[in-house]
Nanobody, 131 residues
Framework: QSRLVESGGGTVQPGGSLRLSCAAS????????IGWFRQAPGKEREGVSC????????YYADSVKGRFTISRDNAKSTVYLQMNSLKPEDTAVYYC????????????????????????WGQGTQVTVSS
């Protein structure tokens, strides 16, 4: 069965770091743009970052620019999200999603997340930033 599996979430203090992983099982990520999203309690899901399948271009929401870094290792069919200088407002469940369509600009733009654009979604991993 083809699926995405996130890992690496946890609880850290403000200013700390975490690295999330998004691994593909049953398929390879080479042809997919990969987006990271998050959803905090009582809030809408929002796009955080994205990496394209074509040239590896990276995209970030304004709220995480300069703090988060997305990367991909196609040989391992894994995408990473390095999160530094974490803030309490980064607390959320983080999801990755894979799309054959060129979705990256849409991922990091404001507005509703259109789930139907993505071929696969992970189950989510909790990130809590608290002192």
């Amino acid at each position: 069965q083809s699926r995405l599996v996130e890992s690496g979430g946890g609880t850290v203090q403000p200013g700390g770091s975490l690295r999330l992983s998004c691994a593909a099982s049953g398929f390879t990520l080479d042809s997919y743009a990969i987006g990271w999203f998050r959803q905090a309690p009582g809030k809408e899901r929002e796009g955080v970052s994205c990496i394209s399948s074509t040239d590896g271009s990276t995209y970030y929401a304004d709220s995480v620019k300069g703090r988060f870094t997305i990367s991909r290792d196609n040989a391992k069919s894994t995408v990473y999200l390095q999160m530094n200088s974490l803030k309490p407002e980064d607390t959320a469940v983080y999801y990755c999603a894979a799309a054959l369509l060129p979705v990256c600009q849409r991922v990091v733009s404001a507005g509703e997340v259109l789930g139907y654009l993505y071929d696969y979604w992970g189950q989510g991993t909790q990130v809590t930033v608290s002192s």
